[in-house]
């Protein structure tokens, strides 16, 4: 199991940009790749983006794309998520999660371990 803590989230005007941050301790080579998911009040857990640690293959929703960016740091067990041209609509709750699963998967299920969220707050 890999313990996740994320970092970064805050409050931000539309328009602005925030880098959020996932710590993997204890990742062993079976940890295939990594997730950002969000809640939103009210709404149920959605898919951000994905990154692949070895190959570093990257996957976005339809929401984020263009706007949003996934990358990782091997050498320190991270995983950044970029976010840039924030709209109100991306307030949520960010959280980072960790995958076994051989594909990457955009779905909540495929994920086993997860962090404690960030607050993002975009305000119009």
């Known amino acids: 199991q890999v313990q996740l803590v994320e970092s970064g989230g805050g409050l931000v005007q539309a328009g602005g940009s925030l880098r959020l941050s996932c710590a993997a301790s204890?990742?062993?080579?079976?940890?295939?790749?990594m997730g950002w998911f969000r809640q939103a009040p009210g709404k149920e857990r959605e898919f951000v983006a994905a990154i692949r640690w070895s190959s570093g293959s990257t996957y976005y929703a339809d929401s984020v794309k263009g706007r949003f960016t996934i990358s990782r740091d091997n050498a320190k067990n991270t995983v950044y998520l970029q976010m840039n041209s924030l709209k109100s609509d991306d307030t949520a709750v960010y959280y980072c999660a960790a995958t076994y699963l051989p594909v990457v998967v955009t779905t909540t299920r495929g994920y086993k371990d997860w962090g404690q969220g960030t607050q993002v707050t975009v305000s119009s």
């Open positions: 204890g990742r062993t080579s079976s940890n295939y790749a």
